[in-house]
Antibody, heavy 128, light 110 residues
Framework: EVQLVESGGGVVRPGGSLRLSCAAS????????MSWVRQAPGKGLEWVSG????????GYVDSVKGRFTISRDNAKNSLYLQMDSLRVEDTALYYCARLGSDYGSGSYGGGYYYMDVWGKGTTVTVSS | QSVLTQPPSASGTPGQRVTISCSASNSNIGSKTVNWYQQVPGTAPKLLFY???QRPSGVPDRFSGSKSGTSASLAISGLQSEDEADYYCAAWDDTLNAWVFGGGTKLTVL
C-alpha cells in the first residue's frame, strides 16, 4: 500500500524549532518529487516547500524562506522539514505529499505534476 | 488572498448538478494544468482531477473537470450526500515558482 506518515509535530514557543519527518512506503521513493503543504486551523491549503527526487532542487513559499529547510534521505525513504524561527502564524496541520506526473518524474513542481498521495498530517502549534 | 479564486461556498440538493469555478489573472492557470482536490472534514486532501480532466481511479464519473483560458471548473452531477466536502483547485505558478491553491469551496448538500 502506498503510504506517507508524518511525525514530529508538537507545541513550541515563538522563535523555537521543530523537525518534521515523513516516512514513505509502498513505492520507489527516490523516483518522486515531494512537497509539504500546510493547513492552518479553519483555513485552506498552502504549499510550503518542495524538493526534487535527488534533493538537488527545492523551493519554498516566500513566508518561510530563510526559516524552513526541506531535505530528503532516499536510503531511508524519508522526507524532512526543518523549521526554525517559528512564528505563531506557522501553526497548522502539515501534510507531506508525493508529486506524480504522466509526462515526467522527479520534480516537485511544474505543468503536468500533481500531488497524488497525501499523508494524514502532523500538527504544529506555535504559542507562547 | 489566494492567487486562485474560488467561490467560498456552493450548495445543491441530492441529484442536482453543481459547478465550482477556479479563476486566475496570470500565467498560473493559463499555461499550466489545473488539479482539483477534495477534502472531507477531518481528513487529508484527496486528488480528484489532474491535468484539468484526468480522473484518478476510484473517482466516480459523476465528477468532471474542464479548463478554458485562465479559468477551470469542477462539475458534480447526481449530487450525493457524501460529496459534502471542501474542494480546492491548484496549479503551478511560474511567476512565484510555487504551487498555488484556491481558497477552497465548501460544498453543502442540502
Amino acid at each position: 500500500e502506498v503510504q506517507l506518515v508524518e511525525s514530529g509535530g508538537g507545541v513550541v514557543r515563538p522563535g523555537g524549532s521543530l523537525r518534521l519527518s515523513c516516512a514513505a512506503s509502498g513505492f520507489t521513493f527516490e523516483n518522486y518529487g515531494m512537497s509539504w503543504v500546510r493547513q492552518a486551523p479553519g483555513k485552506g491549503l498552502e504549499w510550503v516547500s518542495g524538493i526534487g527526487w535527488s534533493g538537488g532542487s527545492s523551493g519554498y513559499v516566500d513566508s518561510v524562506k530563510g526559516r524552513f529547510t526541506i531535505s530528503r534521505d532516499n536510503a531511508k525513504n524519508s522526507l524532512y522539514l526543518q523549521m526554525d524561527s517559528l512564528r505563531v502564524e506557522d501553526t497548522a496541520l502539515y501534510y507531506c505529499a508525493r508529486l506524480g506526473s504522466d509526462y515526467g518524474s522527479g520534480s516537485y513542481g511544474g505543468g503536468y505534476y500533481y500531488m497524488d498521495v497525501w499523508g494524514k498530517g502532523t500538527t504544529v502549534t506555535v504559542s507562547s | 488572498q489566494s492567487v486562485l479564486t474560488q467561490p467560498p461556498s456552493a450548495s445543491g440538493t441530492p441529484g442536482q448538478r453543481v459547478t465550482i469555478s477556479c479563476s486566475a489573472s496570470n500565467s498560473n492557470i493559463g499555461s499550466k494544468t489545473v488539479n482539483w482536490y477534495q477534502q472531507v472534514p477531518g481528513t487529508a486532501p484527496k486528488l480528484l482531477f489532474y491535468t484539468e480532466d484526468q480522473r484518478p481511479s476510484g473517482v466516480p464519473d459523476r465528477f468532471s473537470g474542464s479548463k478554458s483560458g485562465t479559468s477551470a471548473s469542477l462539475a458534480i452531477s447526481g449530487l450525493q450526500s457524501e460529496d459534502e466536502a471542501d474542494y480546492y483547485c491548484a496549479a503551478w505558478d511560474d511567476t512565484l515558482n510555487a504551487w498555488v491553491f484556491g481558497g477552497g469551496t465548501k460544498l453543502t448538500v442540502l
